[in-house]
């Protein structure tokens, strides 16, 4: 947005300063002109009262004399003819004879050059001022003046030049403070913008500080700082009840536990402890969903800050400490890990998120399938894949696997509280990455975890 706010100032200043400096160059181009034809008319006519007067042939050759010094001191060509068109004297360079014949053909109608072409850098480099030599009808001749443009032409250069300096310097002080403007303007902009990026990716500490730019922008400000104060405490509160409420109510579960096993010696029907059995499932379950519901509020609140963590050693120690739960459930898990794979990320993102991924795995993949984990860097980030070739699930069904509490239709009753990958997506956002799933190639899940790479300076 700056950018395309100052493309379009400085076109308009640009437009403004051209458009200035360009008539005004053109009326210095027809003032310089202006004089160069007055001063040279008025020599034409006193050559023009020269020749009048010219009877005698010492007249004739006073008028030649003056003509030569004339050509002589300033370059240029001065011709005197007759009604005829004939030369009666001449010096100086010589002018094409169409320039000429044109400018004797004006004269001898006794009519006096009134007009120059505009003298530009580039040209003309001479001109031809015409006098005539009488008045109205008493025309006898005509005085023509072949006149150099070099001194005119670089003085029009010169002055043109100090116009394109001085519009490039107005125009150069007008962008300066055009940037200035727009910086102050979009200031508070980027301000909020970098907060609500900020509040997007989970920080909720996340404000708008700067306290410059318009009012209206000002008082958009204080007014987002309020609203995200809100709702960073009405998402606190929400945090702390959940955190609360799962905390106080695992020592009433516990007792409850309690004392159904302590009840259990004294069923003697098959039905009652039957019944007993899935009660006692019922109270670790509500345990299971208690610890997760905990787990999550604890990972949501986002209070650790991020560390070092060496993904290579963290994927191979956890397929490790996996690697018996997946025998005994006739799974065959493998690990392709690059080596020297670091990260910055909350506090065991990598094993937690795997952990959570493996059991997800051993639980819903049926025997005799194959789970792949894989680790390594792609695209400038880290990639942590973990991927199965078992029957996957419908396409529809895959939003279902990253909602809380979600499970496929045909696994409601398998153990767990449902939250193991939400947990593992929060993780995974907190540390600034992210986490997806897809169906494989021809059939299973493909779970990815990206993260971003630590910095050089960062790894040890």
Known sequence: M????????????GAAALLLSLPLADAYARERTEHLLLQRRAEAVRFADLAERARTAADRAELSA???????????????????GS???????????????????RALTGRSTDRLPTLRPWGPH?????????????VSGAVLLTVPTAAA??????????????????????????????????????????????????????????????????????????????????????????????????NPLATLVLQLENVEPHLTSAPGRAEHARALDEAERLGELLDGLLALARVEAGTAPLADEDVSAAVRGRCAAWEPV?????????????????????PDAVGRVLD???????????????????????????????????????????????????????????????????????????????RTVRAAAPHGLRFELR??????????
């Open 66 to 84: 003056e003509i030569r010094r004339y050509a002589q001191l300033y370059g240029a060509g001065v011709t005197i003819t007759d009604t005829a």
């Open 451 to 460: 993260l971003p790479a630590a910095q050089p300076n960062t790894e040890r």
């Open 87 to 105: 030369t009666l004297a001449r010096s100086g360079p010589r002018t094409p004879a169409g320039a000429l014949a044109e400018a004797s053909s």
């Open 153 to 250: 032409r670089h003085d029009v250069a010169v002055r043109w030049w100090l116009i394109a300096m001085g519009g490039l310097t107005a125009f150069t002080a007008a962008a300066l403070v055009a940037a200035g403007i727009a910086r102050w303007l979009l200031r508070p902009v980027i301000d909020l913008d970098h907060a609500v990026e900020g509040i997007a990716s989970g920080s909720l500490r996340a404000r708008a500080a700067s306290d410059t730019g318009p009012p209206e922008l000002r008082r958009l400000r204080r007014h987002f700082n309020s609203m995200a104060e809100a709702v960073a405490d009405s998402i606190g509160r929400q945090r702390d009840f959940v955190a609360d409420a799962s905390h106080q109510l695992r």
């Open 126 to 138: 001479s001109v031809v001022v015409a006098e005539p030599v009488g008045r109205d009808e008493r």
């Open 326 to 346: 997946f025998t005994a459930a006739q799974l065959r898990l493998t690990a392709d890990v690059q080596h020297g794979l670091r990260t910055r990320a909350l």
């Open 2 to 13: 700056r950018r395309r706010l100052l493309a379009v100032l400085t076109a308009l200043m």
């Open 356 to 434: 959570a991924l493996l059991d997800n795995a051993a639980k819903f993949v049926p025997p005799g399938s194959r789970v792949d984990v894989h680790a390594g860097r792609r695209e400038g980030e880290l990639l942590v894949l973990v991927g199965d070739d078992g029957p996957g699930v419908p396409p529809e069904q895959l939003p279902l696997l990253l909602r809380r509490f979600g499970r496929a239709p045909g696994h409601q009753n398998t153990p767990g509280s449902g939250l193991g990958l939400a947990i593992a997506d929060e993780i995974a956002r907190g540390s600034g990455g992210s």
